[in-house]
């Protein structure tokens, strides 16, 4: 068990260094638990060309061109920010190139069948429902036949909090609302893996590799450490949204927020919080529901 530090509450999500910290230390996390930026198994020895979507600060793609010379890894970010300290981290490195870049029109950018591995990570709250197919759909484009597309995403946690619970229930309300819900009807979870799966399948492309872990964020575990700032995060995040659609007041959000505040620092907190990983193959075959997208 390691020892559980208390709670330090900088502007979250702020653009500062221990915003960097925060999320060089998150990936760093993430690589360990899953035993590397890429799963252990798969088989990368024909990669050479890899698109970092999302890249943030660059922590997964600077860990993937170190450790294979071979590849060239290019991330792109709309976040100046982020590429600016992708950028200082990686100075050394000489396989790795950052770009500042809209995702959505990345198409103007590189040439179809240009990239061997394309991965995604935590595209969920950034990219709505509605684009999601259409980037999976460019990105396809964008991978070599045979090519592999890498997607990791978060799904709702399971937490003793009251006041997680009743935030879940206010975003999940309001995502149905705002008609940006992953899920068709009301459910405890987001249920975006199941669309991701869809979303791929109908690109083409053929899942490798699918699997949920569920990592424990007990109070004193190393997870805890990242999943508390995250979950405050989120809750900020979507107060604009609750409060557009009316499923909340701000005094109401506000009670919540304190009271995950208190809950989180409980000895007796527990939770899990689960992370879908899906790997698929890109075109093995066409599916003619693809134009109900374009």
């Known amino acids: 068990m390691l020892q559980t530090k208390p709670l330090t509450m900088h502007p979250l999500g702020a653009e500062s260094d221990a915003e960097v910290t925060r999320l060089l230390l998150l990936h760093r996390w993430l690589s360990s638990y899953f035993g590397g ?14 698109l970092d979507v ?72 950034s990219v709505s429902v509605a684009r999601f197919p259409l980037l999976i759909e460019s990105l396809s484009r964008l991978c070599k036949k045979k090519g592999l597309l890498i997607f990791t995403e978060a799904e709702l946690p399971f937490t003793g909090s009251s006041g997680c619970d009743h935030l879940i229930t206010v975003l999940l309300s309001s995502l149905i609302a705002a008609q940006n819900a992953f ?52 809750a900020q995040q979507i107060r604009p949204l609750a409060l557009r659609t009316g499923y909340a007041t701000e005094a109401q959000l506000d009670e919540i927020f304190a ?36």
């Open 183 to 234: 899920s068709w009807g009301f459910s405890p979870q987001l249920g975006v893996a199941s669309r991701l799966r869809e979303w791929l399948r109908r690109s083409g492309s053929v899942l490798l590799h699918d699997d949920t872990a569920y990592p424990n964020i007990a109070r004193g575990t190393e997870a805890y450490n990242h999943f508390v700032p995250q979950a405050l995060l989120v």
């Open 37 to 50: 930026a890429l799963p252990p198994k798969l088989d990368v020895s024909k990669v050479r060309r890899v």
């Open 54 to 125: 999302g890249c943030g600060i660059g922590a997964w793609a600077h860990e993937v061109a170190a450790n294979n010379p071979r590849m060239h890894v290019i991330g792109v970010d709309t976040s100046e920010f982020c590429i600016q300290n992708a950028k200082r981290l990686a100075y050394n490195a000489k396989n790795v190139t950052f770009l500042q870049q809209d995702m959505h029109q990345l198409e103007t950018v590189f040439q179809p069948n240009t990239f061997d591995l394309i991965h995604v990570r935590f595209l969920v709250g």
């Open 259 to 294: 009271r995950m505040q208190e809950e989180f620092q409980e000895k007796r907190f527990q939770g899990a919080c689960p992370l879908h990983t899906i790997v698929a193959i890109n075109r093995l075959r066409k599916d003619p529901c693809l134009r109900e997208y374009r």
